[in-house]
Nanobody, 126 residues
Framework: QVRLAESGGGLVQAGGSLKLSCAASTRTFSGYHISWFRQAPGREREFVAVIFIGAGNTRYADSVKGRFTISRDSAENTVVLQMNSLKPEDTAVYFC???????????????????WGQGTQVTVSS
């Protein structure tokens, strides 16, 4: 089991940057896949990015490729989502989610992630 806590959301102008952090409380961090999902008002939750902590494999949604970077700090049990060139359509509540998947294939499906943080609001003004 893992507890996740996001931080770093806020308000930024279009073209700006924000860094989100997801702190994980677990002794088996290396076996986890940690994903970021987001949900805008009136829309379904959507996948943003994922990293397998053990090997560092990553995957991104097409909508954020080249703008967002996911990384991990294994010593601090933290995953960071660096968001650059933000657009108004990036406005959403961002959630980090965890799954102890080990060497299983990376998943971009929210139902494969049993552990979730409380979410952090990101607002991008035009």
């Amino acid at each position: 089991q893992v507890r996740l806590a996001e931080s770093g959301g806020g308000l930024v102008q279009a073209g700006g940057s924000l860094k989100l952090s997801c702190a994980a409380s677990t002794r088996t961090f290396s076996g986890y896949h940690i994903s970021w999902f987001r949900q805008a008002p009136g829309r379904e939750r959507e996948f943003v990015a994922v990293i397998f902590i053990g090997a560092g494999n990553t995957r991104y949604a097409d909508s954020v490729k080249g703008r967002f970077t996911i990384s991990r700090d294994s010593a601090e049990n933290t995953v960071v989502l660096q968001m650059n060139s933000l657009k108004p359509e990036d406005t959403a509540v961002y959630f980090c989610a965890g799954s102890f998947r080990g060497l299983r294939p990376i998943s971009t499906t929210s139902t494969d992630y049993p552990y979730w943080g409380q979410g952090t609001q990101v607002t991008v003004s035009s």
